[in-house]
Nanobody, 124 residues
Framework: VQLQASGGGLVRAGDSLRLSCQVS????????MAWFRQAPGQEREFVAG????????LYRDSVKGRFTISRDSAENTVYLQMNNLKPEDTAVYYC??????????????????WGQGTQVTVSS
């Protein structure tokens, strides 16, 4: 399984971005997919996750109501729609897969496959 993230950029506060994560490999259909982020000098943190069939999602509190995670099984792609971006959302965003997982976890160590990261910078 390989993950390829894209869609980051430099935007102003209040703007929107959509991140994409293209997944190769059959394991996508049975994996929990998630987005994490890491700001300079800080630990990587969970942002949002979605179960393999899309019937459950989980968000960190600070992005609820602004970010939406979704997946397109036909395209083997997971998305993170980010609206009303804030300067504190600035970070490198990573997509990750928890292969054959039944439930979404916020724990970094549970995710064994990672994309290369895409930079999101939000100016005030």
């Amino acid at each position: 399984v390989q993950l390829q993230a894209s869609g980051g950029g430099l935007v102003r506060a209040g703007d929107s971005l959509r991140l994409s994560c293209q997944v190769s490999g059959r394991a996508f259909s049975r994996s929990v997919m998630a987005w994490f982020r890491q700001a300079p000098g800080q630990e990587r943190e969970f942002v949002a996750g979605i179960r393999w069939n899309g019937d459950a999602t989980l968000y960190r509190d600070s992005v609820k109501g602004r970010f939406t995670i979704s997946r397109d099984s036909a395209e083997n792609t997971v998305y993170l729609q980010m609206n009303n971006l804030k300067p504190e959302d600035t970070a490198v965003y990573y997509c990750a897969a928890d292969l054959a997982a039944r439930f979404i976890t916020r724990t970094v160590g549970a995710y064994t496959k990672w994309g290369q990261g895409t930079q999101v910078t939000v100016s005030s």
